[in-house]
């Protein structure tokens, strides 16, 4: 392992554009459960055509509120780990880094990223079904209805959680961003992902396919490590600050 992680050390040392993608593992150790670890995965007590798609929340909009605001309350207590922390710092040692996460949970930002791409959206966020974005929990104050309704003037549409769910497609600026990252990065740290929802689950390969060096921290294997030219067997918060520390300083 220590010839692993002085690997990956040198190869994120080298980049002069990092990307870094992120799914549900990187928060586990926030306290947040992932989706498909088949003990204790949301979708191993959840159903996600109930929880996690339009025709889910048309059919039983109580049912879908409540789940996001029972997964928001748990991120009160929720604070990044050392593997989010990680990632910021290695905004600090590289010229450029940007992390492309998968996550809703907002860590990556309150570790200290600058640049987050939320490519499913924000927990954090809420927007309506007549298309009014950008609201937040202070404006639906007030309100008994479950789910509130749209308080913008004029309109009295159902809101919802700002995040994406199956059959919906990405924010199409945010993607383009995305893929023009990974087309362009020498070099993708792959973290917690099981790489199996797309287009995500796509960027690696575009990075591959432009010749990036695709570095992955997983402690089971993906769909991705096939793919990947290192694979570091391992939680996020124990590999990444092991990979930080084997860094040189700038
Ligand atoms: C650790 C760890 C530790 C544990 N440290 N690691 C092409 C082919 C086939 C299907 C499709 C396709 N294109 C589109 C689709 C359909 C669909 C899809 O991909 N389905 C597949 C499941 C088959 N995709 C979509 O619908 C997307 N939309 C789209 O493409 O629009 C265009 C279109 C529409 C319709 C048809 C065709 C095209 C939208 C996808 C939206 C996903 N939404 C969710 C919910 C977000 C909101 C919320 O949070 O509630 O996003 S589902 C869920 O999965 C969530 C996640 O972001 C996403 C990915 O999961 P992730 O992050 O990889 O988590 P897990 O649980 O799967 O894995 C965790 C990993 O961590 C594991 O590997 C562990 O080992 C590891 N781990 N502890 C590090 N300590």
Redesign the pocket.
């Known amino acids: 392992m220590d010839d692993l992680l002085q690997q990956a050390a040198t190869i994120l040392s080298r980049s002069r554009r990092l990307v870094v993608l992120t ?4 928060s ?2 926030s306290g947040i459960p ?4 088949a003990r204790d ?1 949301l979708w191993a007590q959840y159903d ?1 055509m109930q929880l ?1 798609t339009m025709r889910g929340f048309q059919s039983n909009p109580e049912l879908v509120w409540r789940w ?1 605001q029972y ?1 928001f309350g748990l991120l009160t207590s929720c604070t990044p780990n050392p ?1 989010h922390h990680a990632i910021a710092e290695l905004e600090r040692r590289l010229p450029h880094v940007v992390v492309i996460t ?3 949970d907002g860590l990556h930002a309150a570790a200290g990223s600058s640049t987050v791409l939320e490519i ?2 924000s ?1 954090r966020r809420y927007k309506c079904l007549a298309g009014h974005r950008n609201l937040a929990m202070d404006d639906l104050a007030g309100q008994d209805a479950i789910p509130p309704r749209c308080p913008r003037p004029g309109c009295t549409a159902l809101v919802r959680p700002d ?8 924010d199409v600026d945010l993607l383009h961003w995305a893929v023009a990252e990974s087309e362009t990065c020498d070099a993708m740290l792959i ?11 796509s960027l690696p390969y575009s990075a591959w396919n432009h010749r990036a060096r695709l570095v992955e ?4 294997p ?1 769909e991705l490590t096939p793919l990947a030219h290192l694979y570091l067997q391992g ?3 124990e590999i990444l600050p092991q990979i930080l520390s084997r860094m040189a300083l700038p």
């Open positions: 799914g549900a593992g990187m586990k150790e992932t989706f498909r670890d995965g996600p996690a996001y997964r593997g998968q996550n809703v499913h959206g927990i995040v994406v769910w199956f059959g919906e497609t990405l973290v917690g992902t099981s790489g199996v929802v797309q287009p995500a689950a921290v997983n402690p089971e993906s939680r996020a918060g």
